[in-house]
């Protein structure tokens, strides 16, 4: 008896497990509930910038009016970790202007008589730390919500150049229906529709450009997305440059090695033609 139980055993469990199984494949499920946020996202806008495609490369006016709106406008909130003074040489400013630009910017450090926090001048070799001293002090002044870093912003998203651009265009009043938390804003191209961050852009001439570009909101937005294209890339243009003359190089070899093979094998060819080629 107990041999036969040890036995059916195994198939009883077996069985027990198949029947649970198809239970759970034929049992009535709830209804999903869908997600409203799905039918009121919307994709990146369409919009070109210079650095697109494989022969890409910098504006630098237009980076140095990107860098404008960033330091007058975003920078009020965000970081750039990544980026420090001296690298704006790129955009085309003297080491002059660095330097003043730097200046204008505290950097936090420690008093040596006292052991006190303290600020000091900015240097060219410092980086755009931002406004706060850390991650609780954002919060604390923007209602729990953490200003990301904007370093590598068009690379952290999926067509991020398009992204930002679309984000900073796309706030609107949110349609009937659609309740929009207090100390939220309406913008169908984030991720959660409601956004901590308030429209930055909100009028012509907010920033007011040298050059005699015109600062639309629209303008500021594409080229403040163009500087942050380069601060998350600044080596494109080398890249491009690069890689375009690897091909170049791999093109010139292909062919070497083309008209070497037909040197090597044009007379073993013809004495093969002539049966002069004794068999192995």
């Known amino acids: 008896m107990g041999r036969l139980i040890a036995f059916l055993a195994p198939f009883a469990i077996g069985g027990v497990f198949v029947l649970a199984l198809l239970v759970g494949a034929f049992m009535p499920r709830d209804a999903v509930t869908p997600d409203p946020t799905i039918a009121l996202h919307k994709e990146a806008k369409e919009v070109s910038f210079k650095s697109d495609g494989v022969f890409g490369t910098f504006d630098k006016a237009q980076l140095q009016r990107g860098f404008k709106v960033y330091q007058e406008v975003c920078a ?5 970790h990544q980026v420090a003074f001296r690298d704006l040489a790129a955009l085309g400013f003297t080491p002059a202007e660095i330097k003043a630009i730097a200046k204008k910017n505290d950097q936090p450090t420690i008093d040596e008589k006292t ?17 706060y001293a850390n991650e609780v002090a954002a919060r604390a002044a923007n209602n729990n919500a953490l200003p990301p870093d904007l370093s590598l912003m ?14 900073l265009t796309g706030y609107a009043n949110a349609p009937a229906g659609w309740a929009v938390p207090q100390g939220l804003h ?24 040298t050059d005699g570009t015109k600062p639309t909101v629209d303008q500021m937005a594409k080229d403040v997305s163009a500087f942050l294209i380069w601060t998350a890339e600044p080596k494109l243009v080398e890249r491009h440059r690069t890689g375009f003359g690897a091909v170049i190089f791999l093109l010139i070899m292909t062919g070497l090695g083309y008209l070497s093979y037909r040197r090597v094998w044009a007379e073993i060819k013809y004495k ?9």
């Open 76 to 80: 009020a909130c965000h970081s750039l």
């Open 115 to 131: 052991g006190d926090a303290a600020t000091r001048p900015g240097l060219p070799s410092d980086k755009f730390y931002g406004p």
């Open 154 to 167: 068009t690379k952290a998203r999926e067509h991020g150049n398009r992204y930002v651009y679309s984000l």
């Open 186 to 209: 309406y913008n169908p191209y984030f991720k959660s529709i409601n956004i901590a961050m308030p429209a930055p852009l909100t009028s012509e001439g907010q920033v007011e450009y």
């Open 272 to 280: 093969t033609k002539k049966g002069e080629v004794a068999s192995a």
